[in-house]
Each structure stands twice: as structure tokens, then as C-alpha cells.
């Protein structure tokens, strides 16, 4: 994949002592050795009522199925020297997607018809909105802001915004869509915590990990964890110990995970699986990777992606 002028686009260097980690949602192209894997390509697995994966590339929305077929462009990308969009969810009925672009926030129906703009998004490249969760009562969406930083929360019907909570980032709804799980930068780690929509009941829920994702029971958290790096992908179930590995990273082979997402079902657990290192002009090579959140054979349903939030449709009806 070639390297845009956009590759330069959103680098946030991160807050935590001694620790730094780099959003760019932009087109990955560093030259990076590929060393063979034993993973099944976009192959078996696809399940209709899951819904389709929505994912950037090149700035562009893309919708692709679980077994790594029937791609569809959704939206362009921005224009040349523009990042394009950096970030996006599916509505919970499934049926439309919010999507931040750099200087705005849309949402467009899921095949990218109908597009209109809800928020003035105030420039990502400048301290705008980076992640974004939609309630699962269909009525706000939560965005993470990068500076300052902070969860807002959005309001659909009015366009009211307000700080639900600061210092945190990659909300994550609870099924009931009564509580956010976030991820907040500590001065020696990256902690995971809990608060209700109203503000109120924030408590720590994991001392170790970055961008988690509550499943759709409600019972586990998926996010990258695993000391002392924090590369791995992993599972916890919430009040039953110990943590499980879905896949590790490798620090010294250049490998990561970025933002996991469940599946509708809650069988397998999906993120970029990331190989080589960030740079302040281009990122690396981005897979979209899938394993099953009970252990096995992961497999690749897309190579060649932009290192941003992906989002998985909801069950349809």
C-alpha cells in the first residue's frame, strides 16, 4: 500500500510516564518482511446474523463479511493531503454508521447513502475526536477526544454535548447502556474503569490494558494487555480471575493489537493485528485479524488496512 500525504496525519503521542503509542488513522505503508503464518485467509466462519465488519482504508469506509468476502467502498477518503476518516460505529439496530472524519462527525445508513454531518468535530489532526461507541439505546454516542483528553458524551436528538468523564479514552457501552468501560492513563500503567452515563459510580475495574471492548453478555472485557508491554490480545471475565491470551504481540518482532471488538454473538473477538513500528510520517502493516474468544485457529479476513477502530454490525433481525 502506498504511503499518502495523509500518512502524517494523526499522531498523538500517548500520556503515561515513560510510554508513548501513536494514533495514526491513516493509509499504512512502511516496507515491513512478512514471515509466513499459519492462519486461514478470509475462509470459513461467516455467520449472516452477525452482520458485516466495517473498516478504514486509505481514509475510505469499507464493509466486508467475517469470512472475508463481498467488500463494498462505503465512503471515500478525504482528498489528497487530507487524512480522511479515522474512526467509526454501527447504530444498534445496525442499520446506520457514525463515522468521524477529520473535521466532522456523519452519519450516514450503512452503505454510506443519506450522509450528513451531526457534529463539527473541530479537527482531529488538532485535538479533535479519535474513538467513538454508539448507545446501545440508539439516543447518544461516546467519543473519546485526544486533547484534552476526555469522553464526551453526544446526544442524537439535540446535538448536546457534555464531559462524562476526563483523562479517559475508547469508550466502550455496556449492554444495558447504562455504564462506560474506558481505558485511563495512569502514571505507571494503562488502567481499565467503569462509570454510569449520569457521571456517576466510577471505579476501577482492571489495573492493566488499553482499548477495551465489553462483550456483548456483559461478562468479559476484551483488550491489549500482557506485561510489560502490552501487546497482547486478551479476555478477562470480570469478578473470575485470571486473564486469557487470544494472541500475543511481539515487542522485539514488531507486532501488536489494536482495538478488539466482539463479535454480535460473542463468540470471537476481532482486532488489527499490527506488524512493524509507527513513525511520525507512515505506520506499518495492518491486518484485520479474527480468533475465537474461546481459543483456536485465528484467521485474516483483510490485509493492508488503516490502524483505526474497526466496528462489527450488529446481530440483524
Request: charged share 25%; net charge positive.
Amino acid at each position: 500500500m502506498k504511503v499518502t500525504d495523509a500518512a502524517q496525519a494523526l499522531s498523538t503521542n500517548e500520556w503515561s510516564a515513560g510510554r508513548s503509542y501513536r494514533w495514526i488513522a491513516a493509509a499504512c505503508g512502511a516496507a515491513v518482511a512478512l514471515v509466513a503464518v499459519a492462519f486461514a485467509h478470509g475462509s470459513a466462519g461467516f455467520k449472516p446474523a452477525n452482520g458485516r465488519i466495517a473498516f478504514i482504508a486509505d481514509g475510505g469506509i469499507y464493509t466486508i463479511r467475517s469470512d472475508g468476502r463481498a467488500m463494498r467502498k462505503v465512503a471515500g477518503g478525504g482528498p489528497r493531503g487530507r487524512l480522511g476518516f479515522v474512526a467509526l460505529a454501527w447504530s444498534p439496530d445496525g442499520r446506520q454508521l457514525a463515522a468521524i472524519e477529520v473535521e466532522n462527525l456523519y452519519v450516514m445508513d450503512g452503505d454510506g447513502r443519506n450522509r450528513r454531518i451531526v457534529l463539527h468535530a473541530g479537527g482531529a489532526l488538532t485535538g479533535g475526536y479519535a474513538s467513538i461507541a454508539w448507545s446501545p439505546r440508539g439516543d447518544e454516542l461516546a467519543l473519546g477526544r485526544v486533547e484534552p483528553l476526555e469522553i464526551e458524551l453526544l446526544t442524537l436528538a439535540t446535538g448536546r454535548r457534555r464531559t462524562l468523564v476526563r483523562g479517559g479514552v475508547f469508550p466502550s457501552w455496556t449492554p444495558d447502556g447504562r455504564s462506560i468501560v474506558y481505558e485511563r492513563p495512569e502514571q505507571r500503567a494503562e488502567s481499565v474503569r467503569m462509570i454510569r452515563s449520569d457521571g456517576t459510580n466510577d471505579h476501577l475495574i482492571m489495573r492493566e490494558g488499553l482499548m477495551p471492548a465489553r462483550a456483548p453478555d456483559g461478562a468479559s472485557v476484551a483488550y491489549v494487555g500482557g506485561q510489560p508491554n502490552l501487546v497482547d490480545l486478551k479476555v478477562r471475565r470480570l469478578g473470575a480471575g485470571k486473564a486469557r491470551t487470544l494472541a500475543r504481540g511481539d515487542v522485539g518482532g514488531d507486532v501488536t493489537f489494536h482495538y478488539p471488538r466482539w463479535a454480535p454473538d460473542g463468540a470471537e473477538v476481532l482486532a488489527n493485528r499490527v506488524l512493524g513500528s509507527h513513525t511520525a510520517s507512515a505506520c506499518c502493516l495492518v491486518d484485520l485479524y479474527l480468533v475465537p474468544a474461546n481459543g483456536g485457529r485465528a484467521r485474516i479476513i483483510r490485509r493492508d488496512i488503516d490502524d483505526s477502530p474497526v466496528a462489527w454490525q450488529p446481530r440483524t433481525r
